[in-house]
């Protein structure tokens, strides 16, 4: 079965340093990946999606992700972290086969920014 | 605004009663895709439509859960009998077919007493 592991829960980072959210998948086929974005009180936003082109997927707001097959991983990462980038950061698989209709995510990572 | 809009915005409600929550998807889009997300948890699928047809369920859908999209455009989800597990956010999403990008609504926040 597909599924998509974030491997941290909470990350803090200082404003002006770089930011590195985890994520592994597990799929048997070439996967379409994503990372979402989601405000307090506010709608899931695409941040980037990796669909079998090039590996080095660069999204809005400077974030950028790199689809490694042999560590089956696609991690999100920012140079520098802004106080507005704090949100929940969900790193997204799309289903295949019979479930071609919805995407599987993670569990979430909660990015703090501080001062 | 031309998103993904999705009515009530919250909804209190006691164990036993009925609900039904109301998205409108971006006018020109053909999928429309039902999710819930409870504290804690990233979103689960449970369900989308392809024009009016309902092309897949999630086992989270159970029989007290009903959702139509009668004209292919807006789609209404029933929740029958709520329960306390029912609470949780419902996110509705919609996309072009054969486009990788679901575009999401603010969701519908439930809360069983």
């Known amino acids: 079965a597909q599924s998509v592991t974030q491997l941290d829960s909470h990350v803090s980072v200082s404003e002006g340093t770089p930011v590195l959210l985890r994520c592994n998948y597990s799929s048997s086929y070439s996967p379409s990946l994503f990372w979402y974005v989601q405000h307090p009180n506010k709608g899931l936003q695409l941040l980037l999606k990796y669909t079998s082109a090039a590996t080095l997927v660069k999204g809005i707001n400077g974030f950028e992700a790199e689809f490694k097959k042999s560590e089956t991983s696609f991690h999100l990462t920012k140079p520098s972290a802004h106080m507005s980038d704090a949100a929940e950061y969900f790193c997204?698989?799309?289903?295949?086969?019979?479930?071609?209709?919805?995407?599987?995510f993670g569990k979430g990572t909660k990015l703090s920014v501080k001062p | 605004d031309t998103g993904v809009s999705q009515d009530p915005r919250h909804k209190i409600t006691k164990r036993g009663q009925n609900v039904t929550f109301r998205c409108d998807p971006i006018?020109?889009?053909?999928?429309l895709y039902w999710y819930r997300q409870t504290l804690g948890q990233g979103p689960e699928f449970l369900t989308y439509f392809q024009n009016e047809a309902q092309l897949e369920k999630s086992r989270l859908l159970s029989d007290r859960f009903s959702a139509e999209r009668p004209k292919g455009s807006f789609s209404t989800l029933e929740i029958q009998r709520t329960e306390q597990g029912d609470s949780a956010m419902y996110l509705c999403?919609?996309?072009?077919?054969?486009?990788?990008?679901?575009?999401f609504g603010p969701g519908t926040r439930l809360t069983v007493l």
């Open positions: 999403a919609s996309s072009i077919k054969a486009i990788n990008e679901q575009f």
């Open positions: 006018s020109e889009h053909n999928r």
């Open positions: 997204v698989a799309k289903g295949y086969g019979g479930s071609q209709g919805n995407l599987i």
